[in-house]
């Protein structure tokens, strides 16, 4: 083997001047967040390529290569469980590539693969094998005889060496390279009939050349194409002659670092290994999850990431590791891969901040959570069952994603009822299931595809006009579909127009126009006005003034999506919106809440784009080149070929086909009115524009006249005048507090009188925290008594207990109230000598005081 290339960083430029040297574009590795909606994460090579694999768009060069990041975790493409277990395995891996798009084929690509697996890496010929399809001579013949590969070492499998990417649509056979690792991992047989142990797959090339039809058949592809995948890790593991791409080189580095972490060896045991090489992997994926955009949350991608880290954090826990190990372990991939990949290194504070933050919450619950779940299996043995219960408990109250709960429990060879959880799930979202209004629509699904069958789509016309003539073309349900229309149908978060209709028999309100089937404005009519038929002609009249409003407040998104990014940081992206005539709504991704000084910064850049008054651009264009410009695509819209842009001033070009306002000074002013979290790592803006910013100021103007009346000084001083009476108000809080204290312990002789075997416990009102673990120890002090609980119901609401037990009585306080505490509802940090507990139920101050008498009694 070429000694030079030993290391992960130099196969990787290698495999890149290889092919490029051999007239591939070189391409950098596409983001692990697909464009293909079907997909969670880009999962293999060829994911960025789909589109030029099967014929939907042509691609810009004959031929690629590429090294991919690829994640593997979650939906039909998950090995996250297999992590650590076996010497293979990853969530986040690398994929070598060349491509060819109907330029060269079986020929090239397999004398391609063959010279650098021989000839640059230096593997030896006589270790490798090769499979082909049953079906697939041509590959055969051209191993035997172009490339000289014995036939004795090549082998015929069947689906395994098939590629589909559906059931229809392109598909063809596909041949492997092996290398034979050697007797001492297995059975001798090949790759078809020896140990997976020994014969390890390092290349996999895939022959498109055939079209998949419903009926079963094929035919043949006017320009087959080549799709190749080498795994970078298993690559290295036979380069550096190890058993596992554990040892290779980037990994041992990452296992050194969470061995000094950890303060544990390598090798010590399998429990530790497991661990730490699960640590190594997720902290791989993370970082680079993190770094193209992905945030921890509780669906889809997030909910993968999170699930991610809260495995690390569990693994950390298991080795002992109680300080946060989320940014060190950042740190160390950035360290490690960063020269390959600056895209970490660049984004390297913000996947620190965002992963700490995400542990820093789990860590908070995880204690808690494992001495539930620990408690729950301390009463199950080996083949029983978690309840499902339990298990929704700790999912729902603690943030354990079932996995984890099963990978535990799986541990002691316990399983999770999953119909419990089921069960226990379905109700929750049963309980929180808001009510939905229903409309006509799906009544007349079948009625409107007809319409749309015959007529085609409505033409929209309300960009340029606010009122037009139109033929009815269906009228029922509560429905009316015309042929043309100035009525924008709710889409995009913008919602959809209300106006008239005014027809042979009156004029009808239009309350609401929504999208049915794909294109088909429907126009939802108040029931009971006067009576539309087919073929009627009608005048079709928006409500101007809404419009206005909704034009104002949708352009004002666009600025506000790029005054956020600008502010925040491109990890900003829009999660949704709603845009009416009196407000805005804007939810994008970001870990915090805004600071005063963000959101100010964020007005200014909006209003100084407003106030400058650029015209806005609204134009129709191909897909492809609306990106070409640098397009944004805006959440919640669908594209096809042709798509609109809107260019609003300077900084923002995105894809919208909503409705906008000429220029950006129609917008006014704007104001953001309130900000907040709506989800893990999701915020929401609501947001006013035009005239709305100067009532919201009106309003303010009216509240401070009338604080600074009921404070009795001038506007001007109201600051001042507030500080005043708070200063004021606190004094007399303290005052009144040590007033009751004093009086509370005026009572120590009478309460310590009442002691019963040297207990005294008792409830006594009107006492703060504070005055009551003052009385308390003031009354252990007397004569006699050995140990004193109390409880008081604070002013301030909830419930507080104090127990104090002296020396010589042989009671811990803590013990006396243990039941106490969960009886009203609280915690507190028990201590032998004085425990004190705060609880959310004072109603059950009296029975939590029993508890302790019978606890002191008994101890």
């Known amino acids: 083997m070429a000694e030079q290339l030993l290391t992960a960083q130099a196969v990787r430029q290698a495999f890149t001047d290889f092919f490029t040297e051999r007239g591939h574009s070189p391409e950098p590795s596409a983001s692990l967040i697909p464009h293909d909606p079907t997909l969670l994460f880009t999962v293999a090579g060829m994911v960025p390529f789909k589109a030029y694999l099967t014929g939907e768009q042509p691609a810009p060069w004959p031929r690629a290569v590429t090294v991919q990041k690829c994640v593997r975790a979650g939906g039909k493409h998950n090995d996250l469980d297999e992590i650590g277990r076996t010497s293979r395995h990853l969530t986040f891996f690398e994929m070598m590539g060349n491509f060819s798009f109907g330029d060269y084929f079986k020929s090239e690509a397999c004398a391609y693969a063959w010279e650098f697996v021989t000839g640059t890496l230096g593997l030896d010929p006589e270790r490798l094998w090769v499979t082909v399809h049953i079906s697939d001579d041509d590959a055969a013949a051209i191993w035997e005889h172009e490339i000289g590969v014995p036939p004795e070492r090549i082998q015929r499998l069947d689906e395994d060496n098939y590629w589909r990417m559906a059931d229809t649509g392109p598909c063809g056979p596909c041949s492997e390279i092996f290398w034979d690792k050697g007797p001492q991992h297995g059975e001798d047989g090949g790759p078809a009939h020896g140990d997976e142990d020994r014969f390890i797959e390092i290349w996999n090339l895939v022959f498109m050349q055939f079209e998949q039809h419903e009926d079963g058949s094929q035919t043949p592809l006017p320009a087959p194409s080549i799709d190749t995948g080498a795994g970078l890790e298993r690559i290295l593991s036979v380069l550096q002659n190890v058993d596992s791409v554990w040892e290779t080189d980037e990994f041992a580095r990452l296992l050194g670092t969470i061995s000094q972490l950890t303060g544990k060896t390598p090798g010590t045991d399998s429990a530790t290994d497991v661990s730490m090489r699960i640590l190594a992997d997720h902290a791989r994926s993370s970082t680079f999850l993190v770094s193209d955009g992905v945030f921890p949350s509780n669906e889809d991608r997030g909910y993968v990431l999170r699930r991610i880290v809260r495995r690390a954090v569990r693994h950390a826990w298991l080795l002992g590791v109680e300080d946060q190990i989320m940014g060190p372990l950042v740190d160390a991939v950035m360290e490690v891969m960063g020269a390959d990949y600056p895209e970490i290194t660049q984004n390297h504070d913000f996947i620190r901040g965002v992963l700490d933050r995400e542990e820093e919450g789990f860590r908070e619950t995880l204690r808690s959570g494992l001495t539930i779940l620990d408690t729950a299996l301390a009463e199950l043995t080996a083949g029983q069952s978690l309840s499902g219960e339990v298990a929704f408990k700790l999912h729902d109250t603690y943030g354990f994603p079932l996995e984890l709960t099963e990978e535990i429990t799986a541990e002691r060879s316990i399983s999770v009822d999953l119909d419990g959880f089921a069960t226990a799930m379905n109700q929750q979202k049963k309980r929180a299931k808001a009510a939905r209004k229903e409309t006509g629509t799906s009544a007349a699904t079948g009625d409107l595809r007809a319409v749309i069958d015959a007529h085609g789509v409505t033409e929209f016309c309300g960009r340029d006009e606010n009122t037009v003539t139109a033929q009815v073309l269906y009228a029922d349900h509560g429905l009316v579909v015309l042929d043309r229309t100035p009525f924008y149908a709710e889409s995009g978060g913008q919602i959809g127009d209300t106006g008239t209709l005014t027809g042979p028999q009156g004029t009808i309100t239009v309350t609401n126009t929504t999208l049915a089937l794909d294109g088909l404005h429907t126009h939802q009519i108040e029931q009971g006005e006067a009576a539309l038929a087919a073929g009627d002609q009608v005048e079709a009249a928006i409500d101007v003034n809404r419009r206005s409003g909704i034009r104002r407040n949708h352009t004002a998104t666009h600025l506000l999506h790029s005054a956020l990014r600008r502010v925040l940081g491109d990890h900003v992206k829009q999660q949704g919106s709603s845009v009416g005539p009196d407000r805005l709504r804007f939810d994008f991704s970001h870990y915090e809440a805004l600071t005063a000084e963000e959101t100010t910064a964020i007005e200014d850049l909006v209003n100084t784009d407003v106030l400058n008054n650029p015209t806005c651009n609204n134009y129709e264009t191909t897909k492809d080149e609306a990106e070409a410009a640098g397009a944004i695509a805006f959440f919640g819209d669908k594209y096809g070929d042709r798509v609109r842009v809107l260019e609003a001033g300077p900084h923002s070009v ?179 000598e004085m425990t004190v507990i705060g609880g959310r139920n004072p109603e059950n101050l009296p029975q939590a005081l029993e508890q302790a008498r019978a606890a002191a009694q008994a101890g």
């Open 654 to 832: 995105e894809l919208c086909g909503g409705t906008h306002v000429k220029a950006l000074g129609d917008i006014g002013s704007f104001k953001i009115v309130s900000e907040s979290s709506i989800g893990s790592n999701i915020r929401r803006i609501e947001a006013v524009t035009g005239a709305a910013p100067i009532e919201c100021l009106r309003q303010a103007e009216i509240t401070l006249a009338r604080t600074a009346d009921l404070i009795g000084v001038p506007v001007d001083d109201l600051l001042d005048g507030v500080e005043k009476r708070l200063a004021e108000h606190k004094t007399t809080r303290q005052q009144l507090a040590q007033a009751r204290r004093q009086l509370a312990l005026g009572r120590v002789d009478e309460l310590a009188a009442t002691a019963q075997d040297g207990l005294v416990v008792s409830q006594v009102d009107d006492i703060d925290r504070d005055g009551l673990r003052d009385l308390a120890v003031a009354i252990s002090t007397q004569d006699g008594v050995r140990a004193v609980v109390l409880g008081t119901a604070p002013e301030g609401g909830g419930a507080a207990l104090v127990a104090v037990a002296t020396a010589q009585s042989g009671l811990d306080a803590g013990v006396l109230v243990a039941q106490a505490a969960k009886t009203i509802g609280g915690g507190g940090r028990p201590n032998a």
